[in-house]
């Protein structure tokens, strides 16, 4: 089954550090990789998402890469700011036809240290 | 407009007590979802839908049960509580036909669940 595994489960950086968080997956018909941050006591929302037919997507400080072959993306996050400090979530989709789910990695924990 | 609305907010249940969470989307969604939130275990998917009137298993799906008879809301229902479901649970909602492109998917404010 899908299953997607997300690492570190905890990073903390220095403010205007750089902040790398990778997942990896195992279904290959997942066409979707979206991010979300989770806020203390809040909902997650999206900060980034990329399609299987792009490599990598850029928003500002924030990345998203993509590798098909290896199964894996990652999360870069520039120039570090103490409200960047989240528990960052990865997951993998597939969207059209019958399909839909959306599976999630279990978190890192952002730290960014003033 | 709305986006995801979640009721009830806190619930405490007693042991063997069955109670339904209620998920309603007004962005005209074909794709919900409910997930629950342990310390720990990130969000783990229960069971997800992708139109009215269907509905699958996800990850956790054991306890659950789930209905989508009209396309705006998913019902979740835990038929006997048990302690092991004590939990944040959170509803999603994704995909609309008339935004193809748009997949993001918006979470509703979540419900607190304790089981006693």
């Known amino acids: 089954g899908e299953n997607v595994e997300q690492h570190p489960s905890t990073l903390s950086v220095q403010e205007g550090d750089s902040a790398v968080i990778k997942c990896t997956y195992s279904?290959?018909?997942?066409?979707?990789f979206p991010w979300y941050k989770q806020e203390l006591g809040k909902r997650p929302q999206l900060i980034i998402d990329?399609?299987?037919?792009?490599g990598e997507k850029k928003d500002q400080r924030i990345a998203v890469t993509l590798n098909k072959t290896a199964k894996h993306f990652s999360l870069h996050i520039t120039e570090t700011q103490p409200e960047d400090s989240a528990v960052y979530f990865c997951a993998e989709g597939n969207y059209g036809g019958s399909q839909g789910n959306l599976i999630f990695g279990k978190g890192t924990k952002l730290s960014v240290k003033p | 407009n709305a986006g995801v609305t979640q009721t009830p907010k806190f619930r405490v249940l007693k042991t063997g007590q069955s109670m339904t969470l209620l998920c309603a989307q007004d962005m005209n969604h074909e794709y919900m979802y409910w997930y629950r939130q342990d310390p720990g275990m990130g969000l783990r998917l229960i069971h997800y839908?992708?139109?009215?009137?269907?509905?699958a298993k996800g990850e956790v799906p054991d306890g659950y049960n789930v209905s989508r008879l009209k396309k705006q809301n998913f019902l979740l229902g835990l038929e006997s509580a048990a302690p092991s479901q004590t939990s944040v649970y959170f509803c999603?909602?994704?995909?609309?036909?008339?935004?193809?492109?748009?997949?993001?998917?918006?979470f509703g404010q979540g419900t607190r669940l304790t089981v006693v």
């Open positions: 990329i399609r299987s037919n792009v």
């Open positions: 839908s992708v139109g009215e009137g269907t509905t």
């Open positions: 279904d290959s018909a997942s066409n979707y």
């Open positions: 999603a909602s994704s995909y609309s036909v008339d935004r193809p492109m748009n997949t993001e998917a918006f």
